[in-house]
Nanobody
Framework: QLQLVESGGGLVQPGGSLTLSCGPF????????MAWFRQAPGKEREAVSC????????YYLDSVKGRFTISKDDADNTWYLQMNSLKPEDTAVYFCAAGGLGCSSLVDVYHFWGQGTQVTVSS
């Protein structure tokens, strides 16, 4: 099964920034979504952001709106999550995912997953 490759996690102070990347990814089907999920210890995996391949439509979790930006580079088949004004509550393992027909917050919609990258926000 194809596994995605993420990079960019790390330790950052509150208010800092990180950029996560995922890819390259090639899919024969035009209509799919590229997403970022996160999972904190003891919590369920939650959808943070998503972008559709065909139209570029986006979705953001309410708590990250205005701070996180998802984007894609069609030339490199890579997508990114720019995270600004990071808070301690953003600490989690972040996973990239691809699949489905459009953006969804449901884990089961996505067929392909990365191995996860740790993001820790702490002073």
């Amino acid at each position: 099964q194809l596994q995605l490759v993420e990079s960019g996690g790390g330790l950052v102070q509150p208010g800092g920034s990180l950029t996560l990347s995922c890819g390259p990814f090639r899919f024969t089907w035009e209509y799919f979504a590229m997403a970022w999920f996160r999972q904190a210890p003891g919590k369920e995996r939650e959808a943070v952001s998503c972008i559709t391949n065909s139209t570029g439509s986006t979705y953001y979790l309410d708590s990250v709106k205005g701070r996180f930006t998802i984007s894609k580079d069609d030339a490199d088949n890579t997508w990114y999550l720019q995270m600004n004004s990071l808070k301690p509550e953003d600490t989690a393992v972040y996973f990239c995912a691809a699949g489905g027909l459009g953006c969804s917050s449901l884990v089961d919609v996505y067929h392909f997953w990365g191995q996860g990258t740790q993001v820790t926000v702490s002073s």
